[in-house]
């Protein structure tokens, strides 16, 4: 069983985000389902009136656009993924530099795999 | 005088737990809030790589003791999707009952909390005084008064016999007297309107933007309560999400004064209805695989769990995105503007959980 | 020692004053040592006043574990203390690390950082044994403010 998500890569990251507030949804979360050397999956959550909706990113690489400039909460959680799965969110404000929990850019983000993330059956 | 940064916490006597903040004020007033977290961070999801799925039960109920019980739901309703369970009909009930009152002893906290953050303390011993009969219920039906360890994958461990339901019952009315006793005071106290009236106020549309959950976007206009997703047995009793139009301070005094009538209300309703039956279902089978998102209203609002698992002992991946969490963005619009004085008043209102939000 | 030393010792000692912090605690804790406070439990009666300025206080209670971060909070805040001072350790986090001893942001228990002189065991500690910690907390600050006499 899986979420029912709609897939999509980091260029079409923000005009999905923003077609989201269009619509009047509330920004719930991101989870970062995982993430290595050669990427990382993110998910986008979103609820309208109860029903969540959700967005799949895959990345290659460590770089992600934040979506701060859409849903201003977002600083939060963005952080919190750079603490801990050691990506970079271009645009983000307020940018904790990774010390939302952690020292700083020279420690380890625990979360972070040293192989890959597991692949969709 | 300006630009002064004055440091918040991490250890403040109006804040039971470390959280701090940089205000930027000038002369009185706050310009802006920038929170600093880390005091309380444990990386307790990563736990869910060295504990298999069963015993992260235990886990999860210390990401936060106010609402453990709460978030050992939602993790367990999220497996059970997940494998495909269904709790039997009375174990729905009693999470019910459970959890209802754990929201009652943390509006109650929160409540005391409050009135203590103004400087009403006698306010706050008597609120903590009326609490301490939820406590009892706890222990009574649970073993604990905290922490209660009820729930398990397929229904809960413990049972409520037709003794401790009838006690239960008698036990709330008493709470109900107290609580009713102080609502004068609480909801119409020149003291109380003074500090909290037209403080911190967020619109609707300001409320839905920053993602804000439970109490916070009640008291803001919108009637949005997890509840009616009607989870446990929420679909079977009668409610309806308490809403106020303010937003502000008191607005969310309001709401969750309120919010302790309609959990007493449920829980009696709970009660009436209580089946009979086992309390839990016996599980077999293989380990659960695939990924799932569970929901709930816990006494702060939302809770998000998002679990993956990959038909092994372990989880691939547990993510636990508490009320609070999404609460905190709200502060750095609400803070800026008011007075010094107030901080401490704004930031109780959100009903600050730091252990749930840095886990 | 002079008088007025003799005097705020003896004073300290009828009366010594709560300090309470959160290290990295689940609130199960907190909201027990707070319950101690109200009027079911009411430390109170044994002479003790919870304050929020580390320099006023005789008693450290200390609940949940140790992390990077606070380790450095809870130092300074031991060190703010005047002597003599008790430490009291509350909940099975704040002795060893309790649930989330292996978890990656978890230094361990209190001890690793300041010396604990009372420790207080429970998941979460009951109110009774949290009074019953801070009685004995009472006895041994007393002995240490009489050997400075």
Not at chain 2, 55 to 64: A, K, L, N
Not at chain 2, 145 to 153: D, M, T
Not at chain 3, 25 to 39: F, H, R, V
């Amino acid at each position: 069983m899986t979420i029912e998500a709609d897939r999509i890569d980091s260029v079409e990251l923000c005009r999905a985000v923003a077609a989201f507030k269009a619509k009047g949804c509330r920004f719930v979360t991101i989870t970062c389902v995982g993430a290595d050397q050669r990427g990382a999956e993110l998910l986008y959550h979103f609820d309208r009136e109860l029903a969540l909706s959700h967005l799949r990113l895959t990345v290659a690489g460590d770089e992600v656009p934040s979506i701060c400039g859409i849903y201003s909460a977002a600083f939060l959680v963005e952080n919190e993924i750079q603490d801990q799965f050691g990506l970079r969110f271009n645009g983000l404000v307020p940018d904790y530099r990774r010390t939302l929990f952690l020292a700083g850019e020279d420690s380890l983000p625990p979360f972070r795999r040293k192989s890959g993330p597991d692949q969709e059956e | 005088m300006a630009g002064t940064i004055l440091p918040f916490g991490p250890q403040h006597p109006v804040l039971p737990e470390p959280l701090h903040l940089n205000l930027q004020i000038e002369d009185e007033i706050v310009v802006s809030a920038t929170p600093a977290f880390g005091y309380v961070h444990r990386g307790l999801e990563k736990l869910a790589d060295i504990r298999d799925f069963r015993q992260m039960i235990q886990v999860v109920e210390r990401v936060c003791g106010i609402c453990s019980m709460i978030h050992a739901l939602t993790y367990c309703q999220g497996l059970e999707e997940l494998m495909g369970i269904e709790p039997t009909p009375r174990a729905r009930f009693l999470r019910v009952i459970w959890s209802e009152l754990h929201r009652l002893h943390s509006h109650l906290l929160w409540l005391g909390l409050f009135a203590d953050a103004m400087g009403f303390e006698s306010l706050f011993m008597q609120l903590w005084k009326v609490r301490e009969r939820i406590m009892d219920i706890n222990e009574a039906t649970a073993g604990n008064r905290v922490i209660l360890s009820v729930n398990v994958i397929g229904g809960v461990r413990r049972d409520l016999d037709s003794g401790q339901t009838a006690w239960i019952l008698s036990e709330l009315a008493e709470v109900e007297k107290g609580f009713s006793a102080m609502s004068r005071t609480i909801l119409h106290d020149y003291t109380v309107q003074k500090r909290t009236r037209g403080k911190g106020a967020l619109s609707r549309s300001q409320a839905m933007e920053l993602g804000c959950v439970g109490p916070m976007l009640r008291a803001s206009g919108v009637s949005q309560d997890m509840r009616l997703l009607g989870y446990a047995a929420y679909g079977e009793l009668e409610f309806a999400p308490v809403v106020e139009q303010d937003g502000d301070c008191y607005a969310r005094c309001r709401v969750r004064f309120a919010e302790l009538g309609q959990s007493i209300g449920l829980i009696r309703q709970a009660i009436a209805k209580l089946p009979a039956g086992d309390t839990s279902v016996p599980v077999k089978g293989r380990p659960p695989a695939g990924e799932v998102v569970a929901r709930a209203e816990q006494p702060r609002g939302e809770c998000l769990y998002y679990i993956k698992a990959n038909g092994g002992k372990f989880l691939d991946r547990l993510r636990i995105r508490t009320p609070t969490f999404a609460n905190i963005p709200a502060l750095t619009v609400m803070l800026p503007g008011i007075e010094l004085a107030d901080v401490p008043v704004v930031l109780l209102s959100i009903d600050p959980c730091i252990s749930c939000t840095e886990r | 020692m002079g008088l007025i030393d003799k005097l705020i010792s003896t004073a300290r000692r009828s009366s010594p004053w709560l300090l309470h912090f959160d290290c990295g605690s689940c609130n199960g804790c907190d909201i027990e040592t707070l319950a101690c406070l109200t009027p079911v439990y009411d430390v109170e009666r044994f002479g003790v006043v919870n304050v929020g300025n580390p320099k006023h206080a005789d008693i450290l209670l200390v609940t949940g574990t140790v992390n990077l971060r606070n380790r450095e909070v809870l130092a300074v805040l031991y060190e703010q203390m005047p002597e003599p001072k008790v430490v009291v350790a509350i909940g099975a986090c704040g002795l060893s690390g309790g649930i989330f001893r292996e978890a990656p942001n978890v230094v361990g228990g209190v001890d690793k950082v300041i010396p604990v002189d009372v420790y207080v065991p429970g998941c979460p500690a009951r109110p009774e044994a949290i009074i019953d910690g801070v009685v004995l907390a009472l006895e041994k600050f007393r002995g240490k403010a009489l050997a400075v006499l």
